[in-house]
């Protein structure tokens, strides 16, 4: 039997910052939590399950968080999954919310992704000296700054591109009220004045550390029917790969290829870029949005940075790309991909706001973690798939 | 909606301690040979990989990601992965395969339980605010609950020591067993205690393990395995973290798992019990009565492998059908402090 | 006897500063006054330790009362060999404590100095201070019997670090707690794997020794307990020169909690002649700004009395002036 229709009824978020010390870890997910069950207009009775996704648990210094965070959830008494694929994690944890109602299993799933990183420190995280290797690990922007520099030699892409994107995702942070970072003000000159951190990545191309959380009701098909501006769920994907192996193609890596086109593949997209009207992709160094252009098909190989440059990825291009700002605005990294999913349902469910995509009908959601190698992607419509 | 069956199980030896890495590719590697020459499946046949781990047990982040080289994963593969029990990652593959998108699942769960110091890193799963920042261990949490029981007359010590018994008999008869043997009750009761009330008899050995489950469509079943395991119902739920709230004696989440699933005629159950007197209340809120076969394999109390011991209940359950062995089995998964979280599965021939 | 594989220490710490949101903020600012409070829930039950959510209906729980300092043991459990970090470092009792007031038990340590037979459930017993509380969890000391309670004070495990104290000579005790600080320090045993121990143990002698896959035929270094392309551990050795070349790399110009080499550096993927993956590595022994993709390397060893088991016997890669390697060579290691 084909699976069940879904939709997302409602989104929520908190406001991102490097630190919210206002709150404490269950109330950060309630800010989450509480908005999304008003925009979805369900209570706790409503709800069936509860799906939570977060990154590693050393970031918080908890062992499986979703254990003692249950009474916040108004998980008691329900069944509670908790996902982790890395930084792709947020997007993942969708699909296994999505998974709960596509399977008939479930009516109505509450689903939440949250990272607290201001109780601990990533960087330190990140590059725990483990016995037997080489201390040069640089936290993520080490990790990924070479494979920055190898697209720009594969693409011959000019210097500058990166700084495009930077300046256009800030400014659109700017118009979105829950973002971590908003510079208005911010220009390409200015982004290319910031500091050098990970030659060829500069300061202001990099996403900054959050905390926050963002949560989302998915429902099934009637109650979809029943809300008055439902994200209906047209095609999910999931892919991985191994961190390193021979010949392993580290800029364009064929898992996240492989993902697009089983996405396309199930939407009946052919055309991605004229049939998808914006994308909300990870993009947590300002160079990863031409890269992930080229890897998502919507450009062709070497190609990406053009419609970059050209500004087809701006709020009026042809593709607006994070409109809400993105990764580089805000970065609580577990929520950072369920962030990607739920502000490509809020285009299509037309809650935007400032940053609404005129028209937008279909999203995708995106997402990736790891050493590039954890793919999720979700696109999701204003029309109910057929 | 589709049905979902086990047709292969495998596990690894459980042992004090291997010389492993804490990506657990040297014990998953073999038992991914073991499920593939049962099934005649490759890894180019499984249509998702779904697995169970956790970062503290490693001591690191992404310990789950070098995992995935034991699977040869490119071409690239479509996983997840939990940081839970792979009890609930199997739940996550059972959902795959239900809603059509997949035909097939491998699930795995490995852990080093052996590269740190285990009690003391769950007490990392406590409230971190007002809990945690003590370092009780799970053992002493434990024992706290079994007092509560022997003092309110749920259970008696000898009735702890039973189960011991029972368990470690059964064990003799599994060859991946951590331990097992004939034991006196008299004799387990004359021990001291090791973290009073509980003795050493009561608590779960510290395991190094791995464990592996395929799961197929009950159409796709046919094909790879003569007598599949047909999962009738798999439901968990989830108490209150706050463990002066609850009464310990119970467990709210397995009753209510329970009877969502249903679990009359069940005639051999496999109970994720990591101290004696978890067994009594697992069975109790299950209804299962003195006709029910109780952990034939041993059970958790002769080899806990952390991450993998729920979903080689599981495991388990299936294969005394996949043997011919009963046609209803119960397989049983826990999670957290005190038995915070349950997952029963019921399994039948098809 | 076979080879076991070569396994380190691994020890993981850090002081996680937690903020605590305002209904514990009140617990913990309570604490410091030597005060508990608990928190009324949905069904009026109050709950010690406070919860910002009730158990029964998720609903934000703010009604904060204020209960006593001394209580009845409800369940109690009996620790001989007391953890790092537990709150007495002698034989202690764990116990499930109703404080008078609360509906709900506390999780904490009891103290009988050292005695086992001195506990038991139904027992009232009061809590004992830390000497200076700093708005924590761990401001309660410990408990101990209201009646004949130990002649001498247990000794505790360190107090953890206060994360906001009053204004200094104000003698304000009502300065409010917003954080509090837990640190978490774990010890764990790493193990290699016995394909990446030969290769330490190479090393320790000079030499660079990878695996070919039996399965792709690729040679890997470190070696590897599975293929990541083909799930089977890699077999036959295959000795590497320490010459080869830089595929691609970044310049780390930015300090960070923990960093071990002062930036500017150069982190970049080394491919060893005859290796088909590259690894991770520093390159020194020019400007920064002369590092290249394709240029050729070549491994700046330690002194031979400094090596042991570690690629760091390695300490750097440098140029060895050769002809770079042209971009086709190596642009599938990209």
């Given at each position: 039997m084909a699976k069940q229709r879904a939709a997302v009824l409602g989104t929520g978020q908190t406001h991102h910052r490097s630190k919210r010390t206002d709150v404490s870890?269950?109330?950060?997910?309630?800010?989450?939590?509480?908005?999304?069950?008003?925009?979805?207009?369900?209570?706790?009775?409503?709800?069936?399950?509860?799906?939570?996704?977060?990154?590693?648990?050393?970031?918080?210094?908890?062992?499986?968080?979703?254990l003692f965070l249950a009474d916040a959830l108004g998980a008691n008494g329900k069944p509670l999954l908790r996902v982790h694929t890395a930084g792709s994690v947020g997007g993942s944890t969708a699909l296994v919310a999505a998974s709960l109602v596509q399977s008939g299993v479930h009516r109505r799933v509450l689903t939440v992704a949250f990272e607290k990183q201001s109780e601990s420190n990533a960087m330190w995280a990140l590059s725990i000296r483990v016995p037997f290797t080489m201390p040069v690990g640089a936290g993520a922007g080490g990790y990924f700054a070479p494979h920055v520099r190898s697209y720009l030699r594969r693409s011959g892409a000019p210097e500058h591109v990166g700084a495009v994107v930077a300046a256009k995702d800030r400014r659109n942070g700017a118009l979105n009220p829950h973002a971590h970072l908003r510079q208005s003000d911010i220009?390409?000159?200015?982004?290319?004045?910031?500091?050098?951190?990970?030659?060829p990545i500069r300061y202001d191309e990099t996403c900054p550390s959050s905390d926050g959380a963002c949560a989302m009701v998915i429902g099934d098909e009637r109650a979809g029917d029943d809300s008055p501006a439902p994200a209906w769920i047209h095609a999910t994907a999931m892919r991985t790969e191994p961190t390193t192996?021979?010949?392993?193609?580290?800029?364009?890596?064929?898992?996240?290829?492989?993902?697009?086109?089983?996405?396309?593949?199930?939407?009946?997209?052919?055309?991605?870029?004229?049939?998808?009207?914006?994308?909300?992709?990870?993009?947590?160094?300002?160079?990863?949005?031409?890269?992930?252009?080229?890897?998502?098909?919507?450009?062709?190989?070497?190609?990406?940075?053009?419609?970059?440059?050209?500004?087809?990825?701006?709020?009026?291009?042809?593709?607006?790309?994070?409109?809400?700002?993105?990764?580089?605005?805000?970065?609580?990294?577990?929520?950072?991909?369920?962030?990607?999913f739920s502000e490509a349902a809020k285009q299509v469910m037309g809650r935007a706001g400032d940053y609404q995509v005129d028209g937008a009908r279909t999203a995708l959601g995106h997402a990736y973690g790891g050493g590039s190698q954890y793919f999720s992607m979700w696109l999701v419509g204003a029309v109910k798939p057929t | 909606m589709t049905e979902v069956a086990v047709v292969a199980f495998a596990q690894a030896p459980n042992v004090r301690r291997t010389h492993g890495t804490t990506n657990g590719v040297e014990m998953l590697v073999p038992i991914f040979d073991e499920v593939y020459t049962r099934t005649g499946l490759s890894k180019a046949d499984i249509g998702f990989w779904c697995s169970g781990s956790s970062d503290y047990l490693a001591g690191r982040a992404f310990s789950f990601i070098s995992a995935v080289d034991a699977i040869g994963a490119f071409p690239p593969i479509h996983e997840s992965h939990v940081e839970m029990d792979a009890a609930w990652a199997l739940y996550e593959a059972w959902l795959k395969i239900r809603m059509g998108e997949v035909d097939t699942a491998l699930v795995y769960g490995f852990g080093k339980s052996s590269a740190g110091d285990l009690r003391r890193v769950l007490s990392l799963q406590?409230?971190?605010?007002?809990?945690?920042?003590?370092?009780?261990?799970?053992?002493?949490?434990?024992?706290?609950?079994?007092?509560?029981?022997?003092?309110?007359?749920?259970?008696?010590?000898?009735?702890?020591?039973?189960?011991?018994?029972?368990?470690?008999?059964?064990?003799?008869?599994?060859p991946r067993a951590q331990f097992g043997g004939e034991t006196d009750v008299a004799a387990l009761l004359?021990?001291?205690?090791?973290?009073?009330?509980?003795?050493?008899?009561?608590?779960?050995?510290?395991?190094?393990?791995?464990?592996?489950?395929?799961?197929?469509?009950?159409?796709?079943?046919?094909?790879?395995?003569?007598?599949?395991?047909?999962?009738?119902?798999?439901?968990?739920?989830?108490?209150?973290?706050?463990?002066?709230?609850?009464?310990l004696t119970t467990s709210p989440s397995t009753r209510l798992a329970g009877e969502a699933v249903g679990t009359d005629g069940v005639e051999v159950a496999e109970l994720h019990a990591p101290f004696t007197h978890q067994e009594l209340i697992v069975r109790d809120e299950l209804g299962l009565g003195d006709a029910v076969r109780i952990n034939p394999s041993g059970g958790t109390l002769t080899g806990n492998p952390m991450f993998s011991a729920g979903l080689a209940r599981i495991g388990e359950a299936a294969q005394r059908i996949l043997d011919g062995e009963a046609t209803r089995t119960l397989g049983h998964a826990t999670s957290g402090p005190a038995l915070q979280q349950n997952l029963v599965t019921v399994l039948e021939r098809g | 006897m076979p080879e076991q594989p070569l396994s380190a220490p691994l020890d993981i710490g850090f002081d996680y500063t937690r903020s605590v949101g305002p209904v514990l903020g009140r617990f913990m600012t309570a604490l410091a006054q030597r005060r508990v409070l608990g928190v009324r829930g949905s069904d009026g039950r109050v709950h010690v330790p406070p919860v910002e959510y009730d158990p029964g209906t998720a609903e934000p729980l703010d009604e904060l009362v204020d209960v006593a300092a001394e209580g009845t043991v409800v369940s109690w459990s009996w620790t001989a060999d007391p953890l790092p970090g537990q709150p007495v470092q002698r034989p202690f009792a764990w116990a499930l404590i109703r404080l008078d007031g609360a509906d709900t038990a506390l999780l904490h340590a009891v103290d009988t100095g050292g005695e086992p037979t001195s506990v038991r459930s139904g027992q009232r017993v009061r809590i004992r201070w830390a000497d200076e509380p700093v708005g924590h969890i761990r401001d309660i000391a410990?408990?101990?019997?209201?009646?004949?309670?130990?002649?001498?004070?247990?000794?505790?495990?360190?107090?953890?670090?206060?994360?906001?104290?009053?204004?200094?000579?104000?003698?304000?005790?009502?300065?409010?707690?917003?954080?509090?600080?837990?640190?978490?320090?774990?010890?764990?045993?790493?193990?290699?794997?016995?394909?990446?121990s030969r290769y330490l143990r190479a090393l320790a002698d000079g030499r660079l020794l990878g695996q070919r896959?039996?399965?792709?035929?690729?040679?890997?270094?470190?070696?590897?307990?599975?293929?990541?392309?083909?799930?089977?551990?890699?077999?036959?050795?295959?000795?590497?020169?320490?010459?080869?070349?830089?595929?691609?790399?970044?310049?780390?110009?930015?300090?960070?909690?923990?960093?071990?080499?002062?930036?500017?550096?150069?982190?970049?993927?080394?491919?060893?002649d005859g290796a088909d993956i590259p690894f991770l590595h520093l390159v020194l022994g020019c400007e920064v700004s002369e590092v290249r993709m394709g240029m050729r390397v070549r491994a700046a060893w330690k002194p031979r009395d400094e090596w042991s088991t570690t690629l760091e016997n390695i300490a750097h890669f440098e140029p060895t002036g050769e002809a770079d390697a042209p971009y086709a060579s190596y642009a599938h290691h990209l």
């Open positions: 870890m269950p109330g950060l997910l309630r800010e989450a939590v509480d908005r999304a069950m008003v925009d979805a207009d369900v209570g706790w009775s409503d709800i069936d399950a509860v799906v939570v996704g977060k990154a590693p648990d050393l970031f918080e210094g908890v062992m499986m968080p979703e220009t390409v000159d200015s982004v290319r004045a910031s500091q050098m951190l990970w030659d192996f021979a010949g392993r193609d580290q800029v364009n890596p064929q898992a996240g290829k492989d993902a697009a086109t089983e996405l396309w593949r199930q939407a009946g997209i052919t055309d991605p870029l004229s049939q998808v009207d914006t994308a909300e992709i990870y993009v947590p160094f300002s160079w990863f949005e031409p890269m992930w252009l080229e890897n998502l098909g919507f450009a062709a190989d070497g190609e990406g940075w053009k419609l970059t440059e050209a500004g087809e990825t701006a709020l009026t291009g042809r593709l607006p790309v994070n409109p809400s700002g993105g990764v580089l605005s805000s970065n609580p990294i577990g929520a950072s991909g369920m962030l990607r | 406590l409230d971190p605010y007002t809990v945690a920042p003590l370092w009780p261990d799970s053992v002493s949490i434990a024992a706290l609950q079994a007092r509560l029981g022997l003092e309110s007359g749920r259970w008696t010590e000898k009735d702890l020591a039973e189960v011991a018994a029972r368990s470690r008999r059964d064990a003799t008869g599994n004359d021990a001291d205690p090791v973290a009073d009330p509980l003795r050493r008899h009561d608590i779960a050995p510290v395991t190094d393990g791995a464990a592996v489950i395929v799961l197929a469509s009950a159409e796709r079943a046919r094909d790879l395995a003569d007598r599949p395991a047909v999962i009738g119902g798999i439901e968990h739920r989830i108490d209150t973290p706050s463990l002066g709230a609850r009464d | 410990y408990f101990v019997p209201v009646t004949d309670p130990p002649a001498d004070a247990a000794p505790t495990a360190p107090a953890p670090p206060a994360a906001t104290s009053p204004e200094p000579g104000t003698g304000d005790d009502t300065a409010s707690v917003d954080t509090v600080i837990t640190p978490v320090h774990l010890n764990y045993t790493h193990s290699a794997s016995l394909e990446e896959c039996p399965a792709c035929g690729k040679v890997y270094i470190p070696p590897r307990g599975a293929c990541p392309t083909c799930g089977v551990p890699t077999t036959d050795e295959v000795e590497l020169p320490d010459t080869g070349i830089v595929t691609t790399f970044c310049i780390v110009n930015v300090p960070f909690l923990g960093q071990r080499i002062k930036p500017p550096y150069v982190g970049a993927y080394i491919l060893l």
